[in-house]
């Protein structure tokens, strides 16, 4: 199912959570399309979880309003907080929440049980949901004998069984090794989509954060640095913070010097003369500045290329194989970058080499 890009599902304005004079969460403002799987970013300790269990009404906000559905469901002006249980929201935590002594219908049942619903009613829902994550043949197994792959199945069976109208993902795949944690966020991709549901979805693995969302909200210290889809926040980061976060970046400073008037490229002057031309994308900057430049994006060779903006030659001082690519440490002026090529291209440690960078791919960031 698409996103429904005209109708906003969940609406945060202004929100303030403190923790006794701690701040945690500083005027958040963000919404969440009917269908859209958003996911927010960012270190421990930077408020992500707090704005989740805030939404899911677990945590007591200090001020702002939430919406869900169009419903006023915390407002610290209007005096509204409705309970957990009648926001129509569900919740996969890190931890799975399984009850080891149930069977792992009875884990799915559990929720449909205390809303009392009939007994064939939730026979109906339970297998429905078992389908979907492939669990069916496994309905009367005890859920103490299940791998942490297939427990965390469960609590997605067990959210989605009742058919709510948002999902919220707190760390759901921290607890897995990386091979199945990588196999289980395209699985809740695919499910979200498939089903439509609008979720908001907490993590701090980037690369899970780049995977399985239509839009990423990356937070620091309790205040939001960039909205956007994951190839924005990946190609254009506004901050500092987020380029380092997100992906591994070289950043470049130095004294910015524009192009002209009706251009967006600048050029950026280092301390040791080198000048690097890129995109300020409409960004405003003084007089000094900062291009993120992807580790991915430079290229090397061995062959001087035609005269081009941003070629420069280097050295290698560093290679290390990592398998898919190979990262090379160079020396550029009196600075070092860091450039990782596939492993097809192979160049020797204090090899000198040339090494171009396309200015689109050097970003300039808010100062």
């Known amino acids: 199912m698409a996103v429904q890009t005209g109708e906003n599902h969940i609406e945060v304005r202004d ?16 919404t969440v399309r009917r269908g859209e799987h958003l996911t927010l970013l960012g270190p421990s300790g930077c408020g992500k979880t707090t704005t989740l269990r805030s939404i899911a009404g677990l945590e007591q906000p200090s001020g702002g309003d939430i919406r869900i559905g169009g419903e006023v469901v915390y407002s610290a002006s209007q005096h509204v907080n409705i309970p957990t249980e009648k926001r129509g929201v569900s919740m996969v935590f890190q931890s799975y929440a399984i009850w080891p002594h149930m069977t792992v219908f009875d884990n799915v049942a559990y929720g449909l049980r205390v809303r009392r619903m009939s007994k064939k009613e939730i026979i109906e829902k339970v297998h429905w949901a078992l389908d979907l994550v492939r669990l069916r043949d496994f ?8 791998s942490g792959g297939q427990q965390q199945r469960v609590a997605l069976a067990r959210s989605f069984a009742f058919s709510p109208t948002v999902i919220l993902f707190d760390e759901p795949l921290s607890n897995l090794d990386a091979k199945l944690r990588a196999e289980m966020r395209l699985e809740i991709k695919e499910l979200q989509h498939q089903l439509g549901i609008t979720s908001v979805y907490v993590t701090h693995d980037q690369e899970e954060a780049l995977a399985i969302s239509d839009r990423v909200i990356v937070m620091n210290t309790g205040i939001i640095e960039q909205i956007g889809t994951p190839g924005e926040i990946y190609d254009t980061p506004r901050t500092a913070f987020v380029a380092d976060f997100v992906g591994a970046a070289n950043l ?29 994308n409409g960004r405003t900057v003084g007089a000094t500045g900062a291009f993120s430049i992807r580790t991915v994006y430079p290229w090397l060779t061995r062959e001087r290329p035609a005269e081009t903006p941003n070629i420069w030659e280097v050295r290698i001082a560093r290679r290390v194989f990592l398998g898919d690519f190979v990262q090379y440490l160079v020396d550029w002026g009196d600075s070092q970058l860091v450039v990782r090529r596939p492993p097809t291209e192979r160049f020797e440690e204090n090899e000198a080499v040339y090494m171009g960078i396309d200015p689109e791919h050097c970003v300039l960031l808010e100062s």
């Open 139 to 146: 309905a009367q197994r005890s859920a103490a004998k299940l």
């Open 15 to 30: 929100l303030v959570v403190h923790y006794g004079d701690v701040m945690a969460v500083k005027q958040v403002s963000f």
């Open 252 to 280: 470049v400073h130095g004294t910015v010097r524009r192009m002209s008037a009706s251009s967006n490229l600048v050029a950026l002057e280092t301390a040791s003369g080198a000048v690097v031309h890129g995109c300020d």
